[in-house]
């Protein structure tokens, strides 16, 4: 009886269905079939949980879910396209942008304040090519450098006014005292603002385009637009930040930063409230918490100094926060 075959058993004793005994037939088939493709798929499985295994024992990596789709299985989100090498500024492009400023300030502040930068942008290089002919022009770029002409914080009077009178005669009807009505481009914005990026969320914010990428940035630049420190960046440097924030979802209690802890990590809160707490020099221990908006870690990032205070989420499940690169 032992070495007899269990389904040859089962057959012979006539009381099976015919299509019983048919599947007993395909039994060996289907499991060398099933094997195969486990075998096939081994490799990948093993990988997947060796990735997911990182993650956990790097605890500066465990919350980054985001990150892993995204580096692992090739899983982003939809964004705008990062610039290309922008090509040479034209008097067109300067207004373009300007106008684009002037759409957008009625709709979205971070969308304005965004255009504003890129209008600077293509002020300074359209006026930079005039350096070989107004000296003092050139040294104002060259004392002042580009870069920080560009930066801009909006609660500051800006530099560009004062500095106009110093740009080359055919050049300052473009800078913001001296653009007039009848100055102002009139042409079509899609075609004429410099990049791909600039085009879409142009069209998205003013003329509610369906496009899930220029929505998904527009959230991401807003996001920056809270804080100062990013809020005054060029647009350039802003929108690669954008798109490169990582989401973080935490839960209630789950510490985000543990005080005295090494991080290289810094945080944006887009929703709900974290609970701080740290001790002073006397040992007292002082508590608090921060809201949508608030950056934190980032003296820790700086200075490279332990964090100081302990941060977790506080309230309803569901917080989360927006990881600037690091």
Not at 110 to 136: I, M, N, P, V
Not at 229 to 255: N, Q
Not at 264 to 290: F, H, K, M
């Amino acid at each position: 009886m032992l070495k007899v075959d269990p389904s040859r058993l089962l057959a012979d004793g006539g009381q099976l269905s015919p299509e019983v005994q048919a599947g007993l037939e395909d039994r060996d088939a289907d499991i060398d079939s099933f094997n195969a493709q486990y075998m096939k798929d081994q490799l990948s499985y093993f990988y997947f949980h060796l990735e997911w295994m990182h993650l956990d024992l790097m605890s500066s990596q465990t919350r980054y879910i985001e990150e892993f789709a995204s580096s692992a299985l090739g899983i982003s989100p939809i964004l705008l396209p990062a610039f290309e090498a922008e090509t040479e500024s034209t008097r067109e492009r300067v207004l373009a942008c300007y106008q684009a400023f002037l759409d957008c300030s009625e709709q979205s502040p971070a969308a304005a304040r965004y255009f504003y930068k890129r209008y600077r942008k293509q002020l300074l290089s359209f006026t930079g090519r005039a350096r070989e002919d107004a000296t003092r022009w050139s040294e104002v770029l060259d004392r002042e450098g580009s870069f920080l002409l560009e930066a801009w914080r909006d609660n500051q009077d800006d530099k560009l006014d004062q500095l106009a009178g110093l740009a080359p005669d055919p050049m300052r009807d473009l800078f913001p005292l001296a653009i007039t009505e009848a100055s102002r481009f009139t042409g079509n914005l899609e075609v004429a603002l410099p990049q791909a990026s600039d085009r879409d969320l142009w069209a998205y914010v003013c003329t509610e385009t369906d496009n899930p990428a220029a929505e998904d940035m527009l959230q991401r630049l807003d996001l920056l637009d809270k804080d100062e420190v990013f809020r005054s960046l060029p647009a350039r440097v802003l929108l690669d930040i954008a798109r490169r924030l990582v989401r973080v979802h935490l839960e209630p209690d789950e510490p985000l930063l543990w005080e005295g802890d090494q991080s290289n990590d810094v945080y944006i809160v887009v929703d709900g409230r974290l609970r701080w707490e740290s001790r002073n020099q006397a040992g007292q221990i002082i508590r608090g918490t921060i809201g949508p908006g608030h950056v934190v870690g980032e003296m820790a990032f700086l200075t490279d100094a332990p964090a100081a205070p302990t941060c977790a989420p506080w309230g309803r499940p569901g917080r989360s926060c927006c990881r600037p690169p690091t």
